[in-house]
Every structure is written in structure tokens, then in C-alpha cells.
């Protein structure tokens, strides 16, 4: 392309009429007829402007003729050639401009999409932020009632507690003096039968009484109402404890090994340890009962153990294992498998916080069919 | 860029004087030529204006003949100085061989002088240019002019780039003009010379590059 400085050739600068009407001015002007061409021929004389040779002129009547003529068409070339260059300056600026607002109006275009790729983003951020608010309010409210029904729980058992002590122990005194009445009631076979049965009915009621006793202090030391701070813990009391309300949650169905060693009392919080322990628990027992095949071969085998500074503690089932799939999110809160409503998704979670909170450690080995090992370690008081 | 044509044996060179408006380019170039006395000058085309304002340009060509039979063309540009003519100022820019910088003394001018400087190196960016390398001459117009800031004040101010020391002019009165004019030319015959080899090949010295193209009515008469 030509730019609008370089020197301008007569075609460029005058049209095919133009250069007619002008040869037929200066012929009018001169004696003889005069012609202005680009190329040289005979006589000719050369026509500068600005340096530049744009022309040749012929003919004429003499030599003065001839150069008058030429200097009148310089002259006249000038003003055409002012026009000339400032037009090409103003194309040349306006295609330049035009190119450059072509090239911002792509940029915008492209940051346009760019923006609307985004919104749609980020609207898809906000209905995951606002489906995942959803779920935790609903998942709150779960769990405020939960801890709610849990208190009531723990309250009842403490006002159970009192009573069911003196039953207790009213009917052991009862049952003294059944033994009592055996000497002074007349030795018949009907009150030998009687006695025999009110005997059997005493001890059936005071098993009974210790069973609900037991139940009333497993469901005390699982809420720990009054034991709001860490204090020192007996890890195989809450062990045992968590290990009951698993039974009574699911009938006593579940064969459950505990293998409790000695342990010194770690310092931590009791209620948290206990949730801790039954949330394990109630997973071992759930992938028991999704394994359900064979529920007689189904077994929890609970574990604790001195190592070193800390307390070993390992819960193991031989239920349906956790798939590859799930296994990098089951620390994930709300992270479930289970059926709507019957799971919160928090049971690991609350877990892995309570034992971190305890500066220790929790790591899951897990084989789909096979079964899964959770070992949670706690560091030893003072250690 | 130096437009060189081997058919016709026709290098021409492009300078372009650049500045803040109202600093004194046209009076420049129109200094150059009434006092300039080249080998070859062209006609003073001063395009379009509007109250004295540049709209487009003005162009002077002058040229010199080398003993080769080299048509050496000089094609003197300045640019309108005014904000809004950006984009002529940089099509005016584009492929030049050298830059006079008129900037205004006026202590009043200052900010346009280094407004109207970063614009110069932000256009010969856009067109492909390197401040840095290209052959250039600042110089400080209006020294006639009562209450200018003054000469060592800017001298110091510049001592430390490439263009340093600074002309000092009054092109009204046509001083410093031509002496600018003779700086560039040395500073561009560096650059051309060793693209070309004028010296060896066209029998263009740097003397004769220089007195060539800048002999002045003045020297022609002292010579008398």
C-alpha cells in the first residue's frame, strides 16, 4: 500500500480530464499547442515539484514558452498536491482509526463473553452456595433437635436415677424378707411355690432395675451434662458406654468384641469422645447391615490399646467396606450415602474434629466387601 | 525508516518535528526555509490551519546529490501539536529517520513539554520505533521570551539522557534553529551511514552531509 507521503506520479495527481483541460488552458496560453505528459518526448522539459520530476512538457512556441508553462504547472501541482496529501493523510488516519475501533470492538466482544461466561458462573456458584445453605440450615435445625431430644434424654435419666435406686434396693430388701417369710410362713407345698415365685419376680425386677440403671448412666456419660470441660476420662468406660447404646439402638442384634486394655485417663471431653465413639460405632453397625447377606458372620471388634504416649483406639467391621469412589470426601461435612433423612453426613466429620480438637489422629483403612478400620490415637495426659 | 530506492538510486530520510502545541514547529520549519540554502529545495507546504494552528502538517523536502548519482531527499514533517490530532501525529510518525523535539521555555509549558514528550515515546512505540536509538535533538524554543525557566536549570534537568546538551532557540528570531537542525544531522548521518555507507559508496561525507544540506543564505554571504 502507498503511503500518503510518498511522492505523488501526474496520474495521481490529475485525472485523464484534468490533464486535457489543463494541456488545452496552457495551449490557449501559449502559441503553440503544449502538452503535459509523464514521459519524455523530443523537446520536452521537465516539470518539477518538490524535488520530484512529476512531468514532461512538449510543444510550445519556444523555449520561455515551454519553461513559463512548466513553472505554471508546478505552481498548480502544489495546491493539487496539498489536497492531495492532506486527503491521504485523513485516509490514511480515519483507516488507521478504523482499524484500531475494529480491534477494540473484538477486544470488547471478546471480554464481553468473557463476562457473561463468568456471570453464568458464577450464578451456577451462587445456586451451589445457596443449595448447600439450604442443606446446612436444614441439617442445623437437625441437629439442634437432636441435641435438644438428647438433653431432654439426659435429663430424664437423671431424674430416673433417684428412684430407680431406691426400687433397687427396696427390692433387695424385699427380697431378705421374702427370705424372711420362707422361715415363719407355714411349710406348705403352695407357699413353698409361692414364695419360690415371688423370689424369681424379685430378682427378675432388681436384673431389671440394674439393666435400666446401666442404661440411665450409659446415656448420662454420653450426654455429659455436667461435664462441660475436659476432665480426665476413663477412654474404656466411654468406650463400653457407647458400645450399650449401640446395642440398645439396634436390639442387642450386634456381635461386638471389645478388647480393652488398661489405660491411663486421658484428658479430653467426655461427651465429645462418647459421640465420638457411638458415631463409629453406629457406621461399623450400618455397613453390617448393608452387607446383611450373612448377618450371623457380621462383627465389630473394638480395640484399645496403650502405644508409646498415646491411647490406641481401633473400632473394626467386616461390613460392605467404603467404595474408592467416596473415600477422599467421607471427611466432607454432609457428605452422605446414606438415604435421605437417615443420615446427617456429620458423623466423621464431627469425628475427625473432636479427635484433632484432642491433638490426635484419625485414618481409615477401607476395602469395599472387606470391611473398614478406623484408628483414632489420643495423646496421654501430660504427655 | 529510510526509504531507499536502488532503480532510481533515491534514498529519502524523513525528520519530524515533534512538540507540544503552540511550541514553535511550523516557525521552525518556516525558519528553515527562508534561512536554508541546500543543494535542492522544494516548496514549504504548509497544509491546512486553522488560527495558526496546525490540522494536518507542514513538509519542506530538501536534497542533496551524491557523486554517485545518489538522490538524497530530506523530508522535513512537523505534526499539530494539539491533543486531539493524535492520530495524524502518529501517521506523521511513522517510518521517521529522526525527531527535533521544539519544546516551550515557558515555565508555564512545562507539564505539556513532558506530556507532549511521553506522548512521542508512546507513538514511537505504536509505530515500531525505539526512543532510545533513534536519532534525536531536544530543543528549548522561546528563549526571547521574558521570565523562561532557565538555561542551566534545563540543562541539568536533561544531563542525564541521551539527548543532553539541549539546543536553546528562538525561532521567531531564528536563532538556534539551524544549529538544532545541524545536530540532528549528525546524530542521523551516524545511523544512515553505517546502513548505507554513504562515505564509501556516494562520496557523502559527514561534512559534506551535514554543510550540504544545511548551507544557510547567511553562511553564503559571509562567504562573500
Not at chain 1, 213 to 230: E, P
Not at chain 1, 280 to 292: G, I
Not at chain 1, 318 to 343: K, Q
Request: charged share 25%; glycine share 6%.
Amino acid at each position: 500500500m502507498r503511503s500518503f507521503e510518498d511522492d505523488p506520479t501526474l496520474q495521481e495527481l490529475l485525472s485523464a480530464d484534468q490533464l486535457q483541460r489543463l494541456n488545452r488552458a496552457l495551449s490557449g496560453l501559449c502559441k503553440e499547442p503544449v502538452t503535459l505528459s509523464e514521459h519524455k518526448a523530443g523537446d520536452s522539459v521537465p516539470v518539477e515539484f518538490n524535488l520530484e520530476r512529476v512531468g514532461w512538457l512538449s510543444g510550445g512556441g519556444s523555449r520561455d514558452e515551454q519553461l513559463a508553462a512548466a513553472e505554471l504547472v508546478s505552481f498548480l501541482m502544489m495546491f493539487v498536491a496539498k489536497y492531495r496529501l492532506a486527503a491521504n493523510l485523513h485516509h490514511d488516519t480515519t483507516e488507521a482509526s478504523y482499524a484500531e475501533l475494529q480491534r477494540q470492538n473484538e477486544a470488547l466482544k471478546a471480554s464481553e463473553t468473557r463476562f457473561r461466561e463468568l456471570s453464568g458462573k458464577l450464578q451456577q456458584t451462587v445456586d451451589e452456595q445457596v443449595d448447600v445453605i439450604r442443606q446446612t440450615q436444614q441439617e442445623l435445625f437437625e441437629s439442634a433437635r437432636l441435641r435438644s431430644v438428647g438433653q431432654l434424654a439426659a435429663g430424664v435419666a437423671h431424674e430416673i436415677n433417684n428412684p430407680i435406686g431406691f426400687i433397687s434396693s427396696n427390692l433387695r430388701v424385699a427380697r431378705d424378707y421374702v427370705e424372711d417369710l420362707k422361715e415363719i410362713a407355714p411349710d406348705t407345698p403352695a407357699n413353698r411355690d409361692l414364695l419360690q415365685d415371688f423370689q424369681e419376680l424379685l430378682t427378675e425386677s432388681i436384673d431389671g432395675t440394674s439393666r435400666i440403671a446401666s442404661i440411665v448412666a450409659d446415656l448420662k456419660t454420653f450426654s455429659s451434662i455436667d461435664q462441660a470441660d475436659y476432665s480426665l476420662c476413663n477412654v474404656n468406660d466411654l468406650l463400653q458406654s457407647a458400645v450399650h447404646l449401640v446395642q440398645t439402638e439396634y436390639s442387642h442384634s450386634l456381635q461386638i468384641i471389645e478388647r480393652l486394655n488398661e489405660l491411663p485417663q486421658v484428658s479430653g471431653h467426655p461427651s465429645r469422645l462418647s459421640q465420638t465413639f457411638f458415631n463409629l460405632l453406629d457406621n461399623a453397625a450400618q455397613a453390617l447391615r448393608d452387607e446383611a447377606a450373612d448377618d450371623a458372620s457380621g462383627r465389630i471388634l473394638v480395640q484399645s490399646q496403650v502405644q508409646g504416649d498415646t491411647v490406641r483406639i481401633v473400632i473394626q467391621d467386616n461390613g460392605c467396606g467404603i467404595p474408592e469412589a467416596s473415600r477422599a470426601r467421607i471427611f466432607d461435612a454432609f457428605f452422605t450415602t446414606r438415604p435421605v433423612g437417615s443420615g446427617t453426613g456429620l458423623g466423621l466429620t464431627v469425628a475427625r474434629d473432636t479427635v484433632r480438637a484432642h491433638n490426635g489422629n484419625v485414618t481409615i483403612d477401607s476395602h469395599p466387601r472387606t470391611g473398614t478400620r478406623v484408628t483414632l490415637t489420643l495423646p496421654v495426659k501430660g504427655s | 525508516m529510510p526509504d531507499f530506492q536502488a532503480d532510481d538510486n533515491k534514498l529519502t530520510l524523513k525528520v519530524v518535528f515533534y512538540g507540544p502545541a503552540l511550541s514553535g514547529k511550523t516557525t521552525n520549519l518556516m525558519q528553515l526555509h527562508s534561512l536554508l540554502n541546500p543543494e535542492r529545495k522544494g516548496e514549504l507546504m504548509v497544509l491546512e490551519t486553522r488560527d495558526d494552528r496546525t490540522l494536518f502538517f507542514d513538509m519542506l523536502p530538501i536534497g542533496l546529490r551524491g557523486n554517485s548519482g545518489l538522490d538524497l531527499r530530506l523530508k522535513l514533517y512537523t505534526v499539530p501539536g494539539q491533543v486531539q490530532h493524535d492520530s495524524t501525529r502518529k501517521a506523521v510518525l511513522s517510518r521517521a529517520d529522526g525527531v527535533v523535539f521544539v519544546a516551550d521555555s515557558q515555565p508555564s509549558q512545562q507539564d505539556n513539554n513532558a506530556t507532549a514528550f511521553g506522548n512521542l515515546e508512546e507513538n514511537l512505540e505504536k509505530v515500531g520505533l525505539d526512543i532510545d536509538t533513534l536519532p534525536m535533538v531536544v530543543q528549548f524554543n522561546k528563549r526571547d521570551i521574558p521570565g523562561v525557566v532557565d538555561e542551566q536549570e534545563l540543562q541539568h534537568r536533561w544531563a542525564s539522557t541521551p539527548w543532553a546538551p539541549l539546543v536553546m532557540a528562538s525561532a521567531l528570531q531564528g536563532r538556534g534553529v539551524i544549529e538544532s537542525f545541524r545536530t540532528l544531522l549528525d546524530r542521523l548521518y551516524t545511523v544512515i551511514n553505517e546502513e548505507f555507507t554513504l562515505e564509501q559508496q556516494h562520496g557523502i561525507s559527514r561534512h559534506i552531509f551535514i554543510d550540504g544540506l544545511s548551507a544557510s543564505h547567511e553562511a553564503e554571504h559571509a562567504k562573500l
